[in-house]
C-alpha cells in the first residue's frame, strides 16, 4: 500500500486555495471569488468530506490513515 499526504490551506489575505502533497506546496492553486454564491463561497464554513470517483463501474477502495482538520475564524 502507498500512503500519501495530502492538505489544502486557504488563505483569507489573497483568497488562495492551496494544495499540499506529502507536506509540499504544489504549484496549481486556486484563486478563490470572496462574494457569496460562488462554487467556493467565503461564507460558508469548511467540512471534512471524502469522496472516491470512479470513470468505470469497478468497485474502488481508499483506506484514510488518520485526519486532522481544523478551521481558524477571524
Do not use: C, H
Not at 7 to 30: C, D, H, I, P, W
Not at 36 to 43: I, R, S, V
Amino acid at each position: 500500500d502507498t500512503y500519501v499526504k495530502l492538505g489544502m490551506k486557504f488563505s483569507t489575505a489573497n483568497n488562495r486555495l492551496e494544495f499540499y502533497v506529502n507536506g509540499v506546496k504544489q504549484a496549481a492553486g486556486v484563486t478563490v471569488p470572496n462574494a457569496t454564491g460562488n462554487p467556493f463561497p467565503a461564507d460558508v464554513p469548511m467540512a471534512p468530506t471524502f469522496a472516491l470517483l470512479a470513470a468505470t463501474n469497478d468497485t474502488e477502495t481508499a483506506t484514510i490513515d488518520w485526519w486532522k482538520i481544523a478551521q481558524l475564524r477571524a
